[in-house]
């Protein structure tokens, strides 16, 4: 079954440094999107993209983070300059189309540790 | 600002039991999800519910959604340890696919 492969399984960064985190969605999904759960806590939303664009973004979601679709595989989140409170594990999700019965599929995340 | 609260937060319950989460929303949604999560793992999907009275069923967990209540229930029936896990409800404003996650229900079914 095709899924969302999500790349590096772990992160660990200083803070202040900047960090990308890969993501290959289903190859012929046309919705991505990035979430993040903190340790022990619920799944916050943080973007969707489709078409080369962000289509929603949370409060969360601010000048640090980045996402781009640099060669029609790859699917990345940047974050530029990391904090603590970033340290969280982020997952990619993809689906196919964003009518109502569309469904995400969701990556097994990478754990990033700020320090 | 739309919200999604589930509960209980933590159930632990005996094999054979049957059992039920529950799932409140607090704006109008067209679609809900419920999602399962192992611990360190990722987020499996289980049910999408687009209508009110819409249930669904897979194995021993049944889902079923009331729209004018702004409520969804995943009842579990005759638990057994597999179903041990994080379950999440997923809702997405009219409009939007914006999905907002509940807290989760941690279960925890022992032999």
């Known amino acids: 079954e095709p899924e969302v492969t999500q790349t590096p399984s772990h992160q660990v960064t200083q803070m202040g440094q900047e960090v990308i985190l890969r993501c290959v969605p289903i190859?012929?999904?046309?919705?991505f999107y990035w979430y993040r759960q903190i340790l022990g806590q619920k799944v916050e939303f943080l973007v969707s993209?489709?078409?080369?664009?962000?289509?929603?973004k949370s409060e969360i979601f601010d000048d640090q983070f980045s996402v781009e679709r640099p060669d029609g595989s790859n699917f990345t989140l940047k974050i530029r300059s990391t904090k603590l409170e970033d340290s969280a594990m982020y997952f990619c999700?993809?689906?196919?189309?964003?009518?109502?019965?569309?469904?995400?599929?969701f990556g097994s995340g990478t754990q990033l540790s700020v320090l | 600002e739309l919200k999604v609260e589930q509960n209980p937060l933590f159930l632990s319950m005996q094999e054979g039991k049957n059992y039920t989460i529950y799932c409140n929303y607090s704006?109008?949604?067209?679609?809900l999800y419920w999602y399962r999560q192992d611990p360190g793992k990722s987020l499996e999907s289980l049910f999408v519910?687009?209508?009110?009275?819409a249930v669904k069923q897979e194995g021993r967990l049944m889902a079923s959604l009331d729209t004018k209540a702004r409520l969804s229930t995943l009842h579990i029936t005759a638990a057994v340890h597999d179903l041990s896990a994080t379950y999440f409800c997923?809702?997405?404003?009219?409009?939007?696919?914006?999905?907002?996650f509940g807290t989760g229900t941690r279960l925890k079914v022992l032999a």
């Open positions: 993209f489709y078409n080369n664009e962000i289509s929603e």
């Open positions: 704006t109008t949604s067209d679609r």
């Open positions: 999700a993809s689906s196919a189309r964003q009518g109502s019965n569309e469904k995400l599929f």
């Open positions: 519910l687009l209508s009110n009275g």
């Open positions: 997923a809702v997405a404003r009219s409009g939007t696919y914006k999905y907002i």
């Open positions: 190859s012929n999904h046309l919705y």
